[in-house]
């Protein structure tokens, strides 16, 4: 028997959201005691709620008074929403028309972690072709997409946080931090990514940038198939003009200025 959803509920998660959502309206900061009547839970208990979502920064506390407010964090998460909303319902006639005018497979993809994940896709109607995985994870250092995000973080972020171990995958798989830092250099210069089987063997892949008003990249755009129909002529004559020409279109729906 298939359990209800309810039954998986955890009681302090659910309680911190309760907290959470006291600072709503003209509510903008609310001290332990009127949040303990408000949940009818004990002080000690809320206290701790409090202590951990700030640690998380989803709660700030006005040392002044000793009130609590929301944290920047509820901000930036809301922010990502909107950002992703955003940017999947403007993606969407683009991957179309894409996939329609080169035949392979197109889709968007996010930074995350140290991951980038795909968030739409479309497929080609032909029997070979790749099938793409929508909330798939896929490496940052091989992908077409990985790559493009990769040259634009500053390069001390990049070495701290996104270049560890990097993990062969084939033959092609660049594996080397100093020939993997020159190529994403080269990536930034030309504006856009390339994947030549390094992840998966026979497939091919490229990848531009997507920014937002701000001009920061917020997702890419790719392209991905075999290589033997993706192939070293067809990139230059077709799918970079193709891809450079998508990427300005969907950027610029999100109010980026070329």
Not at 42 to 48: A, E, G, L
Not at 115 to 121: G, H, K, N, P, S
Not at 155 to 165: C, D, F, H, R, T
Not at 197 to 212: K, L, Q, S
Request: glycine fraction near 6%; aromatic fraction near 4%; hydrophobic fraction near 40%.
């Amino acid at each position: 028997m298939r359990r209800e959803k309810t039954n998986y509920i955890i009681q302090s998660v659910s309680h911190a959201l309760d907290v959470l959502e006291q600072f709503a309206g003209d509510q903008d900061e609310l001290g332990v005691t009127e949040l303990s009547k408000r949940l009818k839970l004990h002080k000690n208990n809320v206290f701790r709620l409090l202590a951990t979502l700030e640690s998380r920064g989803y709660i700030e506390q006005n040392k002044t008074n000793e009130s609590y407010r929301l944290g920047i964090r509820c901000l930036q998460v809301g922010q990502n929403y909107v950002s992703q909303m955003g940017l999947l319902k403007q993606a969407q006639p683009i991957i179309e028309q894409l996939s329609k005018s080169s035949s392979e497979t197109a889709f968007v993809a996010v930074l995350r972690k140290a991951t980038v994940v795909q968030l739409a896709a479309v497929e080609p109607d032909r029997p070979v072709r790749l099938r793409a995985g929508v909330g798939d994870t896929l490496p940052l250092h091989c992908t077409a997409s990985g790559k493009v995000h990769l040259a634009h973080i500053p390069p001390a972020e990049l070495q701290e946080n996104y270049l560890g171990a990097l993990e062969r995958h084939t033959d092609n798989t660049l594996t080397d931090h100093v020939a993997l830092q020159e190529h994403l250099r080269r990536v930034a210069e030309v504006g856009y990514g390339l994947e030549i089987g390094e992840h998966i063997a026979d497939v091919n892949a490229i990848a531009v940038p997507i920014r937002d008003y701000t001009r920061n990249v917020v997702g890419t755009l790719a392209l991905a198939g075999p290589s033997h129909r993706i192939d070293g002529a067809r990139i230059e004559s077709e799918l970079v003009p193709l891809m450079r020409q998508a990427g300005r279109d969907l950027s610029s729906r999100l109010g980026s200025e070329a």
